[in-house]
């Protein structure tokens, strides 16, 4: 048996050709050979795209070599190939190159008609789905997939994968940033003049580490998730969460990057925020940018795992020898549990001298045994972040009961979900930071489904492909 797949081509004056695409050939039914194939849907796809856009092509350059103002016959200087780069194909092309009419203002001499259609030469559809799945997957991985589902050139590598991936996410970082003058600088007068905002555009902020490539160590990426908690209009849809990463000084500033996030989400200078996050110094300094009427609250989540981890110490502590000063494992245990409840009350005074308790007589004992020191070493860190955060330890205990955020898993998981999953911790894996950076910003807009508005800002014919 033979199918044969013939292409009709009716021109814009009516003319019609038919033309073989592909024939396939069967013998005696197996399994195997029921239907199409992948290898013949590849074959297909790369005949069908080289007939159209040989014809296409063909036909807009005829279009191209007569002056587009006053008519007159453009004369060749030439032509070369380009390669032309599509999901079904890298397809050569001779491209002309055409003298330019007297009766044009520009300067360059030349044009290429080609190089104007298509200046990445590739197509955006091929360049979308590039990015978005080196976004998903390992550059190597992502190839892989790329070439096991399309017909796409043989030379797509997960160099070019990587290349082209980066040079959307550069396109993306020269675009105009937010106004400034949103976050600030105003009365608290015209600050009251100003419509109510929406309700509080909610922040979740968290560092992850990244490794640099060889032995050069980490460096941090900031990711967080922002989400509008209601809006005055029953009526209006909420805008979607967001989730944003960035490396801080790599172009834009945190804040303005922040800004253009909230922005979407409909942020107006007198907006409460409430941001969450860890103690870190760099996420603080973020978030003090962000002063119109916030609010700040330590992430009781990262408050909580400290104290977690010190409970699991004090369960495995051997006896210490009976002295005056000296505690008992189960001591240290009921101590912790009172901690814990002060600092969920946010009642930092009481919190700190309890933890003072502790670790004061610990001081003193001599020769402390190794797990002991350990708790102890803990019980400092604890002692010190509490200090360094008590301005942001607030009563959860109280949010908690009126429903408010108090945690996240929801900052703790957009790491997971921005950093993590895409920059695993593989030994050998070692990213630079600009290739970090610019990955994230393609990463985000996939996960935030904005990439498709992104091409169609630079191609506004572009849809992406039907999932
Ligand atoms: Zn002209």
């Known amino acids: 048996m033979h199918f044969t797949l013939k292409l009709e081509v009716t021109d814009d004056t009516g003319h019609t050709t038919l033309t073989d695409l ?28 080289n007939q159209m856009l040989a014809t296409q092509l063909q036909s807009f350059l005829v279009s191209q070599k007569q002056c587009l103002t006053c008519g007159k016959t ?25 003298k330019r009419c007297p009766c044009s203002s520009q300067a360059q001499k030349t044009s290429s008609p080609l190089s104007t259609l298509l200046p990445e030469k590739m197509t955006p559809e091929l360049w979308f789905m590039e990015s978005k799945w080196a976004a998903l997957a390992a550059y190597g991985v992502a190839t892989q997939c790329l070439k096991d589902a399309f017909p796409v050139g043989k030379a797509l590598s997960k160099v070019t994968l990587r290349r082209h991936t980066l ?4 396109r993306c970082e020269s675009r105009p940033l937010p106004d400034q003058r949103l976050l600030g600088g105003r009365s608290e007068r015209s600050l009251q003049t100003m419509p109510l905002p929406n309700g509080p555009l909610m922040v979740g902020l968290d560092g992850g580490y990244v490794r640099k490539p060889g032995k050069q160590g980490f460096f941090e990426v900031i990711a967080g998730k922002s989400h509008l908690q209601f809006t005055r209009d029953p009526e209006a849809v909420l805008p979607p969460v967001r989730c944003f990463a960035f490396v801080q000084g790599m172009g834009a500033s945190a804040q303005q990057r922040l800004l253009g996030v909230f922005k979407e989400q409909g942020f107006q200078s007198n907006q409460t925020m409430l941001f969450l996050s860890d103690g870190g110094d760099s996420l603080r300094q973020i978030q003090r940018d962000f002063c119109a009427v916030s609010e700040h609250i330590l992430d009781w989540f990262h408050l909580t795992m400290r104290l977690t981890v010190l409970g699991q110490c004090s369960r495995g502590l051997p006896a210490l020898k009976p002295t005056e000063t000296a505690f008992t494992p189960e001591e240290v245990g009921a101590q912790l549990t009172r901690i814990k409840h002060y600092l969920w009350h946010g009642n930092t005074v009481v919190a700190l001298e309890t933890l003072d308790e502790l670790v004061e007589p610990l001081n003193w004992v001599d020769k402390l045994p190794a797990p002991w020191q350990r708790i102890l070493n803990l019980l400092k860190d604890l002692q010190t972040y509490v200090t360094r955060n008590r301005g942001y330890i607030v009563n959860y205990g109280e949010r908690y009961r009126n429903k408010e955020e108090i945690s996240s898993a929801f900052v703790e998981s957009t790491v997971n ?3 993590s999953k895409r920059f695993c911790k593989k030994q050998q894996m070692g990213w630079t930071v600009s290739g970090a950076h610019l990955l994230l910003q393609v990463r985000t807009q996939v996960l935030n489904d904005e990439l498709e508005q992104t ?9 992406k492909p039907a999932a």
């Open 417 to 419: 979900w921005v950093i």
């Open 74 to 98: 453009l004369h060749s200087k030439g032509q070369h190939h380009k390669n032309i780069r599509t999901l079904f194909g890298d397809f050569k092309v001779s491209s002309p190159r055409l």
């Open 167 to 170: 040079k959307l996410a550069r």
């Open 22 to 49: 592909i024939t396939l050939h069967r013998g005696d039914l197996t399994a195997e050979t029921l239907g199409l194939q992948l290898s013949e849907s590849h074959q297909l796809l790369q005949a069908l795209q």
């Open 455 to 463: 091409f169609q800002g630079w191609y506004p014919g572009f849809h």
